[in-house]
Antibody, heavy 121, light 113 residues
Framework: EVHLVESGGGLVKPGGSLRLSCAAS????????MIWVRQAPGKGLQWVGR??????????DYAAPVKGRFTISRDDSEDTVYLQMNSLESDDTAVYYC????????????WGQGTLVTVSS | DIVMTQSPDSLAVSLGERATINCKSS????????????LAWYQQKPRQPPKLLIY???ARESGVPDRFSGSGSGTDFTLTISSLQAEDVAVYYC?????????FGQGTRLEIK
């Protein structure tokens, strides 16, 4: 059975930092592109960023609002992906979801239950 | 970034009737080398993560009822629910995974009339 379990959310002051983790199991983590998606309270889904599999280069890309402040990394030995969030702003308040995605040869798409990050003084 | 625009923002349909949600991308998401549209549809119910319904614009995810179908190509796409059931009440999102920065539509809230 597939599991994606996010952790590390919580309350942080503006300007602060937080690191989210997403522990995966039940699928071939090393082959998956790992994605972070967030959802502000009462709002829609916003793509945050993605890290490719090592075989596809292992590079990360980010949405414009978080570029330069957020960093995605992965540890394939631990089947875990991380989201390091720095210089947090109130607009970063959201539920952060971890998603795994494989497009070829079969389309695979799994999501975690999310972790809430609240940026407030 | 590709901007995904869904219409309508909200929709009320009677049980058993057809529901249609549209999605327009600001540029084509059709990859000519493999003739695939990099477009997915998700369903999200309250307090749950999104659930994949459709990928490659028209391929139904395993386990998704066949009343859900996706169509379109290039920049214009449609999600159709052929006969609305009570459990289909949710917010639906289109999503492009064509460019470096993936994006979602703003969502369409589907309710029972």
């Amino acid at each position: 059975e597939v599991h994606l379990v996010e952790s590390g959310g919580g309350l942080v002051k503006p300007g602060g930092s937080l690191r989210l983790s997403c522990a995966a199991s039940g699928f071939s983590f090393s082959h998956a592109w790992m994605i972070w998606v967030r959802q502000a309270p009462g709002k829609g889904l916003q793509w945050v960023g993605r890290i490719k599999s090592k075989t596809d280069g292992g590079t990360a890309d980010y949405a414009a609002p978080v570029k330069g402040r957020f960093t995605i990394s992965r540890d394939d030995s631990e089947d875990t992906v991380y989201l390091q969030m720095n210089s947090l702003e109130s607009d970063d308040t959201a539920v952060y979801y971890c998603q795994s995605s494989i497009h070829e040869p079969l389309f695979v798409d799994y999501w975690g239950q999310g972790t809430l990050v609240t940026v407030s003084s | 970034d590709i901007v995904m625009t869904q219409s309508p923002d909200s929709l009320a349909v009677s049980l058993g009737e057809r529901a249609t949600i549209n999605c327009k991308s600001s540029q084509s998401v059709l990859y000519s080398s493999n003739n695939k549209n990099y477009l997915a549809w998700y369903q999200q119910k309250p307090r749950q993560p999104p659930k994949l319904l459709i990928y490659w614009a028209s391929a139904r995810e395993s386990g998704v009822p066949d009343r859900f179908s996706g169509s379109g190509s290039g920049t214009d796409f449609t999600l159709t629910i052929s006969s609305l059931q009570a459990e289909d009440v949710a917010v639906y999102y289109c999503h492009q995974y064509y460019t470096t920065q993936w994006t979602f539509g703003q969502g369409t809230r589907l309710e029972i009339k």
